[in-house]
């Protein structure tokens, strides 16, 4: 990595966290919790139950509901080991003589229930997928809880804030908390996971990575909303056991959407956007895709948030065919509570074993058949290839390549261990280079290693390329670069054999693709100077922001906060960004 280039990596990495201290702090002072091959164990279940009471699924769906939650998962004042409320309109919940958390609507304490309770359902549900305790994207053990972040249709995650905020509105008489709809609550509660899995895929400027980040978040909403015996019965009457027929299950967030659409608010551009996982799109090429769409629920676009659906449509499709192949069982409940935990565990080992930053959903798709094989020994493939082919994502031949290739791996064995990143870079030069005949000009830098709970083994490495942007389409930013990264990732059995590689560099249709949609943000006035002004009080708020005006930097940074506007009463995000740059450059 050239020194330019390991600036801008640093420099992407400190904008992702938010450390009070004075000093830089290095990737591998980032990384180095990640590096351990120690066996890894999924969080304690914890003894004993209380009930709360949360909007199953939607408020739209149904009325409130009782569930219980495991006692240690929720604490006086909302608070466990990974999640705490943070509410600056109410006091916090706190549980009633019987240790039970029963509030009704209306009451701002159900809105931090419900919310707390999805967040904790939603990560415990991925943790029990992966096979070990899921890392944030930052230091600290809690990610914050706001339900009541702001006025609005929307909701956010925030990595630099470590927030999940829930903004609401007012409807007539009605008014509306996103913070009620657990589809909303698992939708953001995703980003957050997602980013601890593959920190790289929200500062990408390419489609693929960001419009996987909005499928992940509807794709865990299905997989949320599975869980619940009461929606998974009511699937099963309303449907007649046929997943195929339009249901409450694929329509995602539904009271929001509605209301919006009632009230002719535009959609387009929210995190908590009108979509249906039932649906029949199918994939084309990028330059026929428009950057914007007028009829969204007729067609494909770049915008994220509505090409996400191709993706997230294909996932229906191999849950109803897997459960439809399933449905031999005694009941059809059975049958989809397989089918739910069969894709799950895909969805998760394809996260885990495909790439770092830079991906076309054919990436991903390759990645759901490298999982099956792990997981599976190729169980579910012809319904993948089916699936992949159908929705154009990746034709058979290529799918059937892959799964060939999946064959024929180096032989490659999983390091004793590994507990630094100096001793994955040893690992990697020693063993990687040569087993995959990599040339030494092509710099890797070491980002996790990690045991699950089976005793696989993964590793994950990044790469770097810049692209310059030269022309008038890129206005004011003529002459200024963005930085992108690619990567590898291998995954070994218990045994220490490679059973799956990724290798995925920055590839030139990435590239082209990035200075496509970067031009796009610019002339659409979506790159902004950092300062306070462009920072706190544009809106929506800036995609990316240009460094060059206050440092010696022609670089844009993508702006890393999953958020339509700010709230009030976010931390000094302009102050941290300029001192922590300011002392880089000094350095």
């Known amino acids: 990595m050239t020194d330019d280039n390991a600036s801008t990596y640093h420099l992407l990495r400190r904008l992702q966290e938010q450390n009070e201290s004075d000093a830089p702090v290095d990737i591998a002072q980032k990384a180095a919790r990640t590096f351990t091959l120690q066996p890894e164990n999924q969080p304690e279940p914890g003894q004993g139950y209380v009930n709360v009471s949360v909007y199953p699924q939607d408020p739209f769906v149904s009325e409130p509901a009782i569930r219980q939650m495991t006692a240690s998962y929720i604490n006086p004042g909302l608070v466990n080991a990974r999640f705490q409320l943070r509410d600056l309109l109410a006091a916090a919940a706190q549980p009633d003589e019987q240790g039970n958390y029963l509030f009704w609507p209306g009451q701002p304490q159900f809105d931090q229930v419900n919310s707390f309770y999805y967040a904790t359902f ?57 913070s009620q709809s657990a589809d909303i609550v698992s939708h953001e509660t995703a980003h957050a996971i997602l980013d601890g899995m593959r920190d790289f895929y929200n500062e990408s400027f390419g489609l693929g990575s960001n419009a996987f980040h909005e499928s992940f978040g509807d794709m865990t909403a299905v997989l949320v909303a599975l869980h619940d015996d009461s929606l998974t019965k009511r699937l099963l009457e309303w449907t007649k056991g046929d997943l195929r027929i339009d249901n409450f299950i694929a329509s995602l967030a539904e009271q929001v959407t509605n209301r919006l659409q009632y009230r002719g608010e535009p959609l387009s551009g929210r995190t908590v956007y009108l979509r249906n996982a039932l649906n029949k799109f199918t994939d084309i090429s990028f330059d026929q895709l428009p950057p914007s769409s007028r009829e969204p629920e007729l067609e494909l676009s770049r915008e994220k948030h509505n090409y996400s659906r191709l993706f997230t449509g294909a996932f229906y499709d191999i849950l109803a065919a897997i459960y439809e192949q399933h449905r ?52 579910y493939t012809e319904i993948l290839i089916e699936v992949f082919d159908r929705r154009l994502i990746l034709p058979t031949a290529a799918a059937r390549d892959f ?185």
């Open 403 to 587: 799964c060939a290739s999946l064959l024929a791996l180096p032989n490659l064995r999983a390091p004793v261990e590994i507990n630094s990143p100096n001793a994955a870079t040893v690992y990697f030069v020693d063993q990687v280079m040569p087993a995959l005949n990599l040339s030494a000009d092509e710099t890797f830098t070491p980002l996790a290693a990690y045991r699950n709970a089976n005793g696989q083994v993964f590793m994950t490495y990044a790469s770097t390329r810049r692209v310059n942007l030269i022309g008038d389409q890129y206005l004011s930013y003529n002459g200024s670069h963005i930085d992108v990264f690619g990567g590898l990732s291998l995954a070994f059995d218990a045994m220490g054999r490679l059973r799956s590689l990724c290798l995925r560099p920055v590839n030139d249709e990435d590239v082209r693709q990035i200075e496509i949609l970067t031009a796009d943000l610019i002339q659409r006035g979506q790159v902004a100077p950092l300062s306070a002004e462009t920072v706190l009080n544009v809106s929506p708020t800036p995609a990316a922001f240009d460094v060059s005006q206050n440092f010696d930097l022609d670089l844009l940074l993508k702006n890393p906060i999953m958020i339509d506007k700010l709230p009030a009463y976010v931390s000094d995000f302009l102050g941290y960004l300029m001192a922590w740059v300011s002392r880089h450059i000094k350095r």
């Open 122 to 178: 939603t990560l415990r549900m991925y943790e029990r997928y992966a096979g070990r305790v899921l890392p944030w994207s930052f230091q600290k053990p809690h990610l914050l809880i706001d339900p009541h972040a702001g006025v609005g249709g929307n909701a956010y995650y925030s990595e630099l804030d470590e927030l999940l905020g829930f903004n609401g509105f007012q409807d007539g008489t009605d008014l509306i908390q996103s």
């Open 328 to 379: 031999h069982v005694p009941a059809d409940r059975i049958a989809i509570h397989a089918s739910r935990d069969v894709v799950g565990h895909l969805l998760t080992m394809a996260i885990e074993l495909g790439p770092v930053c830079e991906l076309t959903f054919a990436d991903m798709a390759r990645a759901f058949l490298a999982a099956d094989h792990l997981l599976h020994g190729g169980k």
